[in-house]
């Protein structure tokens, strides 16, 4: 399938994402399926945002916005109410692992002083 060599995609997922209503082929009369350009720049997209994190349901405002004749799937409010969405969770993720990396630093630090004052003591018994 064409699109799916020029989008760097498979046809399954390409069928998928058809499935899903993200992408709308149209039909030659011998039933055929047929993607014009904004298809393209539709499977782009959806690859785009998937491979940063998004799930299918937060790339269906970017579709629609890049549907409505907007030059960027990133530009309309309900894209922008994602965008915030997304960056909230990824802050929140953040903050998370922070707290789990001074815990683990604290816990190191807490290890390799017990195993020098474990090696001290032992010296010192041995002298």
Do not use: W
């Not at 030659?28 to 997209?45: F, T």
């Not at 915030?84 to 789990?100: F, P």
């Amino acid at each position: 399938m064409e699109l799916a060599e020029r989008a760097g995609t498979s046809t399954r997922t390409l069928r998928y994402y058809e499935t899903q209503g993200l992408v709308r082929p149209r039909r030659s009369a011998n039933g055929y399926r047929i993607y014009d350009e904004a298809e393209l720049r539709v499977v782009h997209e959806i690859r785009a945002l998937l491979a940063v994190g998004f799930g299918l349901d937060d790339i269906r405002p970017f579709v629609a916005c890049l549907r409505a004749g907007s030059s960027s799937g990133d530009v309309c409010p309900d894209s922008v109410a994602v965008l915030r969405r997304k960056l909230a969770e990824v802050d929140d993720y953040l903050d998370r692992l922070g707290g789990v990396r001074r815990q683990l630093h604290d816990q190191l630090a807490r290890a390799i002083a017990h195993r020098e004052e474990t090696c001290l003591r032992t010296r010192k018994r041995a002298d």
